[in-house]
């Protein structure tokens, strides 16, 4: 199968050298002073929540794999549903080609809520780590098998100056050790292949025996039902990121609320 992945990336290397080329001329400085204030991403996951576990409730209109889930996902209603339902942040997809996000969605869906919100891109520049800080995201992912472990140490670096916090995703234990060696804390687990985008929840059981003790685990992708979390929970996981079936769902509040009981 195409490696997806690979075909993301180079769209986002011509986006950042444009990105890079506009940030010459104006400044993030002015709009990262100007933004409101950051709001705990990492605090709100470092420990369970009232039900004993954490849901990061994505907004996401599409994916590759996946083609379009909703086309027509108003992404106000949809992350106040989500603080309805008890979710304990937001994540924000986007990247416009392949997943239809905007910064606009960020935005308004940020606006709308009181929880802190994680951008969710594919970013390889430290020039997109300003651009986040400065759209108002309280976080931002940062995804293992496209950096190299010296790149992502960086740019968890110039996320701690700018106060703002990092969820560093990986795939394979090998990806661990580098996340483990440039500093991340806050670990996701993706349990999507990005290279096929197949997902599997035995990818997370699997591999947080190899987390180090100060480290706190996010379980991504393909999390479905009360069952999933159950096993994964039981694994040592209290920290869940669900998109897709949350999107699909018709009363995104109620199914959210049924994950936590």
């Not at 490696?3 to 990105?19: A, G, H, M, T």
């Not at 204030?37 to 599409?62: D, M, Q, T």
């Not at 780590?129 to 960086?154: F, M, Q, T």
């Not at 670990?187 to 003790?213: C, D, H, Q, W």
Request: net charge neutral; proline share 3%; hydrophobic share 40%.
């Amino acid at each position: 199968m195409e490696d997806i992945l690979s075909r993301i990336v180079d769209v986002k290397k011509k986006e950042v050298e444009c990105l890079k080329a506009d940030a010459g001329k104006n400044s993030f400085d002015e709009s990262i002073k100007q933004r409101d204030a950051y709001r705990g991403f990492f605090k709100k996951l470092s420990v369970p929540g009232p039900s004993g576990i954490n849901i990061i409730s994505e907004i996401k209109r599409a994916s590759p794999s996946k083609g379009l889930i909703d086309g027509n996902l108003d992404p106000v209603l949809q992350a106040s549903q989500y603080e309805t339902g008890g979710a304990a942040a937001l994540s924000v997809l986007t990247d416009i080609q392949f997943f239809k996000g905007s910064f606009d969605d960020l935005r308004k869906a940020r606006k709308s809520v009181s929880l802190p919100v994680l951008r969710k891109d594919f970013i390889i520049s430290a020039s997109q780590v300003y651009e986040s800080a400065a759209l108002g995201a309280d976080a931002v992912l940062l995804i293992a098998r496209i950096l190299s472990k010296e790149k992502l140490k960086s740019l968890l670096g110039l996320c701690n100056e700018l106060g703002i916090d990092a969820l560093v995703e990986v795939h394979s234990t090998e990806e661990l050790e580098n996340a483990t060696w440039a500093g991340a804390v806050l670990v996701g687990i993706n349990n999507r292949n990005l290279r096929t985008f197949k997902t599997s929840i035995e990818t997370a059981i699997r591999m947080v025996p190899y987390l180090e003790k100060n480290q706190i685990a996010v379980a991504e992708s393909g999390i479905k039902s009360r069952d999933d979390i159950l096993r994964l929970k039981d694994a040592g996981i209290f920290n869940f990121l669900i998109g897709e079936s949350l999107v699909r769902s018709e009363n995104p509040s109620d199914f959210l609320a049924s994950l936590m009981k």
